[in-house]
């Protein structure tokens, strides 16, 4: 048993790589009666309204339901656009998170319409909904550019737009590199097509957020694998670019063919080293999907434990002594993050009036083991970007 501290308060993959996981629910009627986003929108805006109605039957003045904006539409094989549908009225999503919880539990958002995608070298079998167009649902495979993210109904559709299509990074500025792995921040302002784009693919494999076509109020860090061929997508996060809620991350996801290989700590490990350089703490926009609070407590608790693996006595003391704010100013986790992880890791004992940490061996044995494993790691040298005041900039506009 150590000695208790005082806590005073305060990936290559290989060609067409088939991806999937155990099956998910899906419509037993014919191919046919899939349904597309429209129809899903249509719906609950059916639902939403009857509730209204009788809600409003004893209110004098009726409201009025606003308006959505349409799903990006997709190209035909001479490039003309294809109409999606109309604009759909629905009620007006909150003002937090690129993709937001859901209002309620429908079970024909939980379907699966989407069969297979095809993006670069991976074919990946969908997890879950997605609002693509109709006439996409149908396909046996959509075929995704992995470079815009501009989605095609047959491989020779997406062979004649890789030849006019002149990307071979994300759009946006190159913020981080370190060897074959780098970063990009894409504004969901100036670049919005590919910003829904990424939504849209996000879905696929998120079940507990539904869509969010404003990008207009959020940042995106995608993350890249680069080789001869160009930077191929990995994961990505976005941000909200003025958060009430000091919120780093509202919607995180590493791609299917790169999970379990260190990337989704990595995208994680970034987003707090943003918040570094911002001087604040923060923490993701709730709810997490499964694997995401799998990945946040994990790197929490490895974090911490880093942090008091390092600590030293200080002057005469025998026992290193570090507050919670310490804790927080160093790593940029924020308050209740930190205790929660204390308190999950059954490290915060209560003794003689006051708090104290004890690590057992075991629990030092496990921290070293663990971060053995985790060979990619976040370079601050490498990193050059500089923080926007969003509201300045707000103003000006």
């Keep these: 048993m150590l000695s208790p501290s005082r806590i005073l308060p305060g990936m290559p993959s290989e060609p067409r790589q088939l991806v999937s996981r155990p099956a998910s629910p899906t419509l037993t009627h014919d191919t046919s009666s899939l349904v597309n986003g429209g129809a899903v929108l249509a719906a609950a805006l059916q639902k939403k309204m009857n509730r209204k109605r009788k809600a409003n039957s004893l209110d004098i003045e009726p409201k009025t339901p606003q308006v959505a904006e349409p799903i990006p539409a997709a190209e035909s094989e001479t490039g003309d656009t294809i109409a999606s549908g109309a604009a759909t009225p629905t009620a007006r999503p909150r003002q937090s998170g690129s993709l937001v919880a859901h209002g309620h539990d429908d079970l024909v958002t939980r379907m699966k319409n989407i069969e297979m995608i095809e993006l670069g070298r991976h074919r990946i079998r969908p997890w879950y909904f997605a609002p693509y167009p109709q006439e996409m649902v149908n396909l046996p495979c959509i075929y995704i550019c992995e470079f815009c993210l501009k989605y095609r109904k047959s491989k020779k559709c997406l062979e004649r737009h890789l030849i006019k299509c002149k990307l071979k990074h994300p759009p946006g500025n190159e913020i981080y590199r370190k060897g074959s792995i780098s970063f990009f921040e894409i504004d969901g302002r100036k670049n919005k097509c590919y910003a829904q784009n990424l939504c849209l693919l996000a879905k696929l494999f998120l079940d507990h957020k539904t869509l969010y076509y404003d990008t207009d109020p959020f940042l995106f860090y995608v993350m890249t694998e680069f080789d001869s061929r160009g930077f191929h997508i990995v994961g990505y996060f976005s941000k909200e670019k003025e958060s009430t809620e000091d919120y780093n991350v509202a919607c995180i996801l590493t791609l299917p063919p790169y999970q379990r290989k260190g990337y989704g700590k990595l995208l994680i490990e970034f987003s707090y080293e943003l918040s570094k350089f911002e001087g604040k703490t923060g923490s993701p926009e709730k709810p997490l999907s499964d694997l995401g609070l799998l990945s946040y407590r994990s790197y929490w608790?490895?974090?911490?434990?880093?942090?008091?693996?390092?600590?030293?006595?200080?002057?005469?003391?025998?026992?290193?002594?570090?507050?919670?704010?310490?804790?927080?100013?160093?790593?940029?986790?924020?308050?209740?993050?930190?205790?929660?992880?204390?308190?999950?890791?059954?490290?915060?004992?209560?003794?003689?009036?006051?708090?104290?940490?004890?690590?057992?061996?075991?629990?030092?044995?496990?921290?070293?083991?663990?971060?053995?494993?985790?060979?990619?790691?976040?370079?601050?040298?490498?990193?050059?970007?500089?923080?926007?005041?969003?509201?300045?900039r707000a103003k000006c506009v």
């Design 301 to 392: 608790a490895q974090t911490i434990l880093d942090i008091l693996m390092h600590s030293k006595p200080v002057g005469d003391n025998e026992k290193p002594i570090i507050t919670i704010n310490e804790i927080c100013e160093l790593t940029s986790i924020k308050k209740e993050d930190v205790i929660s992880t204390l308190q999950n890791l059954n490290l915060i004992n209560y003794y003689k009036g006051q708090y104290i940490i004890s690590v057992n061996r075991e629990t030092i044995q496990q921290h070293e083991k663990a971060m053995e494993k985790r060979m990619l790691r976040i370079d601050p040298k490498c990193l050059h970007w500089t923080p926007k005041d969003w509201s300045k």
